[in-house]
């Protein structure tokens, strides 16, 4: 597949995330095929899975929080690692933040990025590169929606953003519903919503996804 954004278009649909319905994305109407679709007909297994296509419940619960208190990243240099669809980072700017960097290494959520933020009129920087190994300078705010499913990734992106949260006057944020590797310690819960998942994709109904404010290590 040499057209990503061909690809995001034609196997997607756009909509609203139920929690965060002041957003539009470029999503999947169903789980299977598109799943089917970048296993079979994109180089056979050697493509990332299509989370790009899908609100997950951390990022609508961290997208909402934004939403309602646009006054944490007003005006504020903000990064988004593991963006996906870029749920987060368009929140963040749809807040009012100065600049926002969508941090996302698979080139299919990239081009997913691409299409998703015009569509809610904001500009987002898209970051391909891997940042998780980096120094904390430069971000004001840190953000990061249901990053906590994989290893060693999880472990890298919540190091960053306890890096991030140990320089003064920084924030940084992480939106989990209970993923296997959230850290037990060195987090502060912020806010609790009921997320409407579908039980194709989550095998239930319903995520209850949590803000926490992520401490210096
Ligand atoms: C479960 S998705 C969450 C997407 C979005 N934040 C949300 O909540 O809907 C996690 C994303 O992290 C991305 N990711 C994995 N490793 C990464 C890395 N080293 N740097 C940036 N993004 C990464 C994956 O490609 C995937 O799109």
New binding site residues.
């Given amino acids: 597949m040499r057209d990503p954004a061909a690809f995001v278009r034609g196997n997607t649909a756009v909509a609203r995330p139920p929690l965060v319905p002041e957003i539009a994305l470029h999503l999947a109407t169903e789980v299977t095929p598109l799943w089917q679709a970048t296993e079979t007909s994109l180089a056979r297994g050697a493509v ?1 899975p299509p ?2 296509a ?7 619960a ?2 909402r929080y934004l939403l309602d208190h646009p006054e944490l990243v007003a005006g504020r240099e903000v990064l ?9 980072a368009i929140a963040a700017a749809l807040a009012g933040a100065a600049a926002v960097t969508a ?4 080139p299919f ?1 990239a081009a997913a990025i691409a299409l998703n933020a015009p569509l809610n009129g904001v500009a987002l920087k898209i970051e391909t590169r ?3 190994d980096r120094t904390a300078a430069g971000w004001g705010v840190a953000l ?4 906590c ?2 290893e060693p ?1 999880s472990s ?2 919540v190091a960053l953003l306890r890096r991030i949260a140990a320089r003064t006057g920084r924030l940084a944020l992480l ?1 989990d519903p209970g993923r296997a590797y959230l850290p037990r310690e060195g987090l502060i819960e912020r806010a609790r919503y009921l997320v409407p998942t579908s039980r194709e994709l989550e095998d239930r109904e319903g995520r209850e996804g949590v803000v926490f404010e992520v401490l210096p290590g």
């Fill in positions: 990332p989370f790009w899908f609100a997950w419940a951390g990022g609508q961290l997208a988004d690692i593991g963006s996906g669809s870029g749920i987060v941090a996302e290494i698979d959520a891997d940042l998780l990061a929606g249901d990053i499913y994989e990734m890298r992106a939106g």
